[in-house]
């Protein structure tokens, strides 16, 4: 895994994928402040606190330039998943599985 804290004020989207992109093996996780992982058996992942965890995993992209990239030049990377979980949602690293809590329908 590839951890970033402080992720979502700092805006470091780009830092993150572009780690992934380099490393395709490895799953990238952005902390956001007051949010944290915490993880059991070295796989099973739950997100605690009030911000949110973005899970980057590359296993399924389908093209990816960092090979050929020259300094200053975008990166370009198609089929990355992204998911934005938050407090009490889970993340199983080793089948890269999702579990999130129920959805609350509002009373608006």
Known sequence: ???????????RFGRLSEAVARFPHRIGIGLAEDTGLIIKEGKL???IGSGMVIV??????????????????????????VHVLSAGDRYDIESRS?????????SL
Do not use: Y
């Not at 895994?1 to 805006?11: C, E, L, N, S, V």
């Not at 990239?69 to 990355?80: A, E, Q």
């Open 56 to 81: 980057f995993d590359p296993g399924k992209l389908t093209h990816n330039n960092i090979a050929i990239l020259k300094d200053t030049t975008p990166l370009t990377m198609t089929n990355l998943i």
């Open 45 to 47: 992942c739950e997100v």
């Open 1 to 11: 895994m590839i951890i970033d804290t402080h992720f979502i004020q700092r805006g």
């Open 98 to 106: 999702v579990k999130v809590l129920p959805a609350v329908k509002s």
